[in-house]
């Protein structure tokens, strides 16, 4: 199976989140400005919302998404409270027809500007990660 993480990270805790998913999994965490070079059957992708927007990378590289190449789309997303880019990357997603998985828990920091991921939120993160590939391996 093969599998892709990308993430849109201002402030480095999508960054953070999405090098503990790619680790779980057995890939490495790729900006979302590094293009998908193939045909993926999973991509993890998620960043951030500033402002009560999701940024305009990621909405670039949502708008682009090609649903010949991506089997399955799982979101995840470290926020400060609001899980707008989970709807996003959902919306986007479906109406390219490209399934989507999970998502991942999200991560919320509250209004604090230093509030990082927890060991213990990005240990549960993994897990889902790896139970949701597992779950795709076995169907
Ligand atoms: C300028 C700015 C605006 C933000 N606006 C929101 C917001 O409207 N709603 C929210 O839930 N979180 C908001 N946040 C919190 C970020 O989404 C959160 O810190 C996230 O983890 C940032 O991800 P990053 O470090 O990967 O860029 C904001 C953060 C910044 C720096």
């Not at 986007?92 to 500007?113: D, E, N």
Request: net charge positive; hydrophobic share 45%.
């Amino acid at each position: 199976m093969k599998i892709a993480v990308r993430y849109q990270s201002r402030g480095g805790n999508n960054k953070m989140v999405a090098e503990a998913v790619a680790s779980a999994v057995g890939v490495e965490a790729k900006s979302i400005t590094e293009k998908l070079s193939s045909e993926v059957d999973v991509l993890f992708l998620g960043g951030g919302v500033y402002a009560m927007q999701i940024d305009d990378e990621l909405r670039r590289f949502l708008d682009q998404l090609d649903p010949a190449k991506i089997g399955a789309i799982v979101p995840f997303a470290c926020v400060g409270m609001v899980k707008t880019p989970i709807r996003q990357i959902k919306k986007a997603a479906r109406a390219k027809g490209i399934q989507v998985l999970g998502p991942l828990p999200v991560i919320r920091l509250g209004f604090s500007h230093s509030a990082k991921p927890s060991q213990a939120k990005l240990s549960k993160l993994q897990q889902s990660a790896r139970d949701l590939v597992s779950a795709e391996q076995r169907s």
